[in-house]
């Protein structure tokens, strides 16, 4: 069975920064693209970010360009977001999710059940 | 503001169909067969519902069916249940550059 399990949400100041895990099991990890899709309190989704499986190809929205990275160790079987220089629209609920199939589809067929993020001073 | 247009709301009685459309521009929807739509219940993660416009995962019922014309995707709920009731969000490919863009969701209602 899939499983994917965030952790690193939490309350963080303005400019602050956190560091997102998400653990990964019942899957051979380092064949999939993984993905984090965040949601604001009441709002719809927002595609935040993706790595391809061998970590060689990374893609970012717009908005958190130059401020978040993401990056896997296939090793581990987890991914990470580190966010620097958070901002009050960065509060969200933040989800690990894997690619339906093998490649890169964007087709997101495996959640975690997220983690908050709630940046405020 | 986001990138796909979705309704707020649809409604349909038990039994019926109701349809959700999420429209986009020829740079995402209508430039690839690359949408896909999501289900999701409050305070719950989504869940993929139907991929590449027509296409769906194991498991998901045949009640669900996909469709795109042009810039305009659309989801189709045939024989409404009580259980259909969610938010639904389209998402499509964007281009390498944004990879992946969504609707802003529509709240299904089972009247």
């Known amino acids: 069975e899939v499983q994917l399990v965030e952790s690193g949400g939490g309350l963080v100041k303005p400019g602050g920064s956190l560091r997102l895990s998400c653990a990964a099991s019942?899957?051979?990890?380092?064949?999939?693209?993984m993905n984090w899709v965040r949601q604001a309190p009441g709002k719809g989704l927002e595609w935040v970010s993706s790595?391809?499986?061998?970590?060689?190809?990374?893609y970012y929205t717009d908005s958190v360009k130059g401020r978040f990275t993401i990056s896997r160790d296939n090793a581990k079987n987890s991914l990470f977001l580190q966010m620097n220089s958070l901002r009050a629209e960065d509060t969200a609920v933040y989800y690990c999710?894997?690619?339906?199939?093998?490649?890169?589809?964007?087709?997101?067929?495996?959640w975690g059940q997220g983690t908050l993020v709630t940046v405020s001073s | 503001q986001s990138a796909l247009t979705q309704p707020p709301s649809a409604s349909g009685s038990p039994g019926q169909s109701v349809t959700i459309s999420c429209t986009g521009t020829?740079?995402?929807?209508?430039?690839?067969?690359?949408v896909s739509w999501y289900q999701q219940y409050p305070g719950k993660a989504p869940k993929l519902m139907i991929y590449e416009v027509t296409k769906r995962p194991s498991g998901v019922p045949d009640r669900f069916s996909g469709s795109k014309s042009g810039n305009t995707a659309s989801l189709t709920v045939s024989g409404l249940q009580a259980e259909d009731e969610a938010d639904y969000y389209c998402?499509?490919?964007?281009?390498?550059?944004?990879?992946?863009?969504f609707g802003g969701g529509t709240k299904l209602t089972v009247l």
């Open positions: 020829s740079s995402d929807v209508g430039g690839y067969n690359y």
């Open positions: 019942g899957f051979t990890f380092s064949s999939y693209s």
């Open positions: 999710a894997r690619d339906l199939v093998v490649g890169i589809s964007g087709d997101f067929g495996y």
């Open positions: 790595i391809i499986s061998t970590g060689n190809y990374i």
């Open positions: 998402s499509s490919y964007a281009g390498s550059n944004n990879l992946r863009v």
